[in-house]
């Protein structure tokens, strides 16, 4: 099915969005920040769909990445696709950070390796997936479930088979010695999830049946800062 399709992400340290028609990028931003994220989006929004000449009712979907990521940059990019999606009554359908991260690497460049997608969870820990490429995928599968990871057991769960790294947790695991070059190569690709493969994921997928929920963030662990009565500020919406 050919869909206008709106793609945003602000869950990791960039501010990006796409506009797609029929597979076809209309608009496109993406930039590098790690703060700053609420102020820039929506005008951004504004400027690209004005670019594109497509308004919010000529949308058919709208995607966002959910995570794992920053607890404020999710919540930004989440809240906007959601308030979005229930202005226009548009659908809202959601896609991970990791997942996101792994698409950026084409199947000539995995050459059968495994695919494992990172990024920096703080605390000396690092979200990771691994995916794999099957036969007549247009982007890869998962192999395992995302998970937040300590660097110290990282071995434990990275591929046995040589395979591709990237993401902001690629050069952590080699500075731990948990990666070796000769079985290991990092990419050197963008460790942000870029909207235009958030937009691409979402036209594959296609519409979300009738009735089903909003996306939610994905939260694979607890965050650092606690509310006073020490409240987990994930759980308030």
Same mark, same amino acid.
């Given at each position: @099915? =050919?869909?206008?399709?709106? %793609?945003?992400?602000?869950?990791?340290? %960039?501010?990006?969005?796409?506009? +797609?028609?029929?597979?076809?990028?209309?608009?496109?931003?993406? $930039? $590098?920040?790690?703060?700053?994220? %609420? $102020?820039?989006?929506?005008?951004?929004?504004?400027?690209?769909?004005?670019?594109?000449?497509?308004?919010?009712?000529?949308?058919?979907?709208?995607?966002?990445?959910?995570?794992?990521?920053?607890?404020?940059?999710?919540?930004?990019?989440? +809240? =906007?696709?959601?308030?979005?999606?229930?202005?226009?009554?548009?659908?809202?359908?959601?896609?991970?950070?990791? $997942?996101?991260?792994? %698409?950026?690497?084409?199947?000539?460049?995995?050459?059968?390796?495994?695919?494992?997608?990172?990024?920096? =969870?703080?605390?000396?820990?690092?979200?990771? &997936? +691994?995916?794999?490429?099957?036969?007549?995928?247009?982007?890869? #599968? &998962?192999?395992?479930?995302?998970?937040?990871?300590?660097?110290? +057991?990282?071995? &434990?769960?990275?591929?046995?088979?040589?395979?591709?790294?990237?993401? #902001?947790?690629? &050069?952590?695991? @080699?500075?731990?010695?948990?990666?070796?070059?000769?079985?290991?190569?990092?990419?050197?690709?963008?460790?942000?999830?870029?909207?235009?493969l958030i937009a691409a994921i979402a036209e594959k997928r296609g519409l979300p049946p009738k009735g089903t929920p909003p996306p939610a963030p994905v939260y694979l662990r607890k965050p650092d800062a606690k509310l006073p009565g020490g409240i987990d500020p994930a759980s308030k919406t």
């Amino acid at each position: @099915m =050919a869909m206008k399709i709106l %793609a945003l992400d602000t869950a990791l340290n %960039a501010c990006s969005v796409a506009i +797609s028609e029929e597979g076809t990028i209309r608009a496109f931003c993406h $930039e $590098e920040r790690s703060r700053g994220h %609420a $102020e820039t989006l929506l005008p951004l929004i504004k400027t690209l769909m004005a670019e594109a000449q497509i308004t919010f009712d000529d949308l058919d979907l709208i995607a966002v990445s959910v995570g794992p990521g920053t607890f404020t940059g999710l919540r930004i990019g989440l +809240s =906007a696709a959601r308030g979005l999606s229930l202005a226009s009554g548009t659908p809202c359908i959601g896609v991970t950070t990791l $997942e996101a991260l792994a %698409a950026s690497v084409k199947p000539e460049i995995a050459m059968g390796r495994p695919i494992v997608a990172t990024a920096d =969870a703080r605390r000396k820990e690092i979200y990771m &997936q +691994s995916f794999t490429y099957q036969e007549k995928d247009i982007f890869p #599968s &998962q192999l395992i479930k995302a998970e937040a990871v300590p660097i110290e +057991s990282a071995g &434990q769960v990275l591929p046995q088979d040589p395979f591709v790294v990237l993401g #902001s947790g690629a &050069q952590l695991l @080699m500075d731990a010695g948990k990666i070796q070059p000769e079985t290991c190569e990092i990419l050197d690709l963008d460790s942000n999830p870029d909207a235009r493969l958030i937009a691409a994921i979402a036209e594959k997928r296609g519409l979300p049946p009738k009735g089903t929920p909003p996306p939610a963030p994905v939260y694979l662990r607890k965050p650092d800062a606690k509310l006073p009565g020490g409240i987990d500020p994930a759980s308030k919406t």
